[in-house]
């Protein structure tokens, strides 16, 4: 009998016991394997299904591909087929064994015959637990958990199915994966895993850019994203991939009590959106503390360091491979998180357009940036800052009434400038638009009339 919890999964015309079938008829068994048991066994959604067989890569693309309505075959040189049906993936590997060579960022992989060796080689006992998936009604399902896996759910346990220093050896990246889990389902590592990657960290060095970054981006968009953090520090894990996160650790002075840089930037973390690029803003946001800071009579500051912060992101981001725009987004996020503090002296209808075009698509997060912004205990001072930001939103919804604020172009285009002076494409029209822009944003909307005659102005104070 199938539970009800894995009906969905295993039940008559679903997928997996589509599959099963189709490799009972090869001479093969089909098994439900990893994130997809985990996931179903917690009653947590999860889009994708992994599978694991004794068949090898070839044999599983000629047994898939007539059921497939496509195939994914970037991951056959490790033994993993993607089968696509209904808009849905189904990973399909081959039992095996993935091992690191020393120096190698490629993992070197060695097929198996049996699962119980598959399973030993995963990275956790959580996600080292499978189900065989049953041909018909009248053939039981069969949960091989050989490492403890349902008890280590249970008691909410991440543990390394084999060794730790073994585990994280096969794969470094692992170590990271730890955190990431910690993260996402809020489970706590077990003391041989912490051990091990305060002692193996810098073996991360040898795990590519991009398999990092991927990483990253899950562990960050996670609902317990503090602990995980704080995880990545105090084993030294953070070192070696964001060596700006522990260096904001920054020595409490006796005499000017300054925060600790770091337990307030995992704390705005902690409050911001699940967002990838506000989450990231956060974590990037005061990076550039500790190379501003300075110490004067009236304390402790920082003067400019979200000029340095920026700089700092795109830096980082760059080698971390984060696309182009998302390292502009986010750094765009750290050099402008302190403008709203200005507010308090008062802004000109021209600096709330300014602010707008600086934020651009942005607005939004910059807003809850600089809100999350706040951990004081002070509730005064959280308040005052709340309040300041409702009344910059309520200027940039006043100024969107009246002009239109999201589209701050000027009334006419470059082609229409050339018309008007008889120019060719070139920098003299280029300059004119940014001339018109600024007009745009500096005293609101104006006619195409006074557009032109802003040219023929600006035609004649020029040499």
């Not at 701050?408 to 229409?416: F, H």
């Amino acid at each position: 009998m199938i539970p009800p919890r894995l009906q969905s999964l295993l039940a008559a015309g679903t997928p997996s016991r589509e599959l099963s079938e189709r490799f009972a008829d090869a001479g093969h068994r089909l098994y439900l394997v990893g994130g997809s048991v985990r996931d179903a066994l917690l009653d947590r959604p999860n889009a994708d299904l992994d599978f694991t067989t004794g068949a090898r890569p070839d044999e599983i693309e000629e047994i898939v591909g007539p059921w497939a309505t496509d195939l994914y075959l970037a991951g056959k040189t490790y033994g993993t087929i993607g089968a696509i049906r209904n808009g849905r993936v189904h990973e399909i590997t081959t039992f095996r064994s993935e091992i690191y060579r020393d120096e190698s960022r490629k993992p070197e992989v060695t097929y198996s015959d049996n699962i119980e060796e598959d399973l030993s080689r995963r990275d956790f006992t959580v996600n080292a637990m499978a189900i065989r998936v049953p041909v018909s009604d009248d053939d039981a399902p069969e949960m091989m958990d050989p490492f403890g896996g349902l008890i280590d759910l249970h008691a909410r346990l991440l543990r390394t199915p084999l060794d730790p220093e073994i585990s994280f050896g096969d794969d470094p990246l692992r170590m990271l994966r730890l955190f990431r889990f910690v993260s996402r389902l809020g489970f706590t590592p077990d003391d041989a895993a912490l051990d091990a990657v305060r002692n193996m960290h810098a073996r991360l060095e040898i795990v590519s850019a991009e398999r990092i970054k991927r990483e990253l981006d899950l562990l960050m968009i996670g609902d317990h994203v503090g602990p995980a953090l704080w995880g990545l520090v105090e084993t030294g894990l953070a070192e070696e991939f964001i060596p700006e996160l522990p260096a904001l650790a920054l020595q409490v002075d006796p005499v000017h009590h300054h925060k600790d840089v770091l337990a307030h930037s995992i704390a705005v973390v902690e409050k911001t959106s699940p967002r990838l690029e506000l989450r990231l803003a956060a974590l990037f946001h005061d990076i550039g503390k500790p190379d501003t800071r300075e110490f004067g009579p009236g304390g402790v500051s920082f003067h400019h360091h979200e000029v340095v912060g920026a700089r700092m992101t795109r830096r980082r981001m760059k080698a971390l491979r984060y696309s182009k725009k998302t390292t502009e987004d986010v750094s765009r996020l750290v050099f402008l998180h302190m403008r709203p503090h200005t507010f308090k002296m008062g802004w000109t209808d021209s600096a709330v357009r300014r602010y707008v075009r600086d934020a651009d698509d942005q607005l939004k997060d910059l807003n809850e940036l600089v809100r999350c912004d706040v951990t004081t205990r002070n509730k005064r001072r959280e308040r005052t800052i709340s309040r300041r930001i409702d009344e910059l939103e309520e200027r940039i919804a006043d100024l969107r009434e009246r002009e239109e604020l999201d589209a701050l172009r000027p009334p006419i285009d470059g082609n229409q400038v050339m018309e008007h002076l008889s120019l060719e494409p070139g920098r003299q029209v280029g300059e004119i638009m940014r001339m018109l822009y600024e007009r745009r944003v500096e005293d609101g909307p104006y006619s195409e009339e006074q557009a032109y005659e802003f040219i023929d102005e600006w035609m004649t104070d020029r040499p």
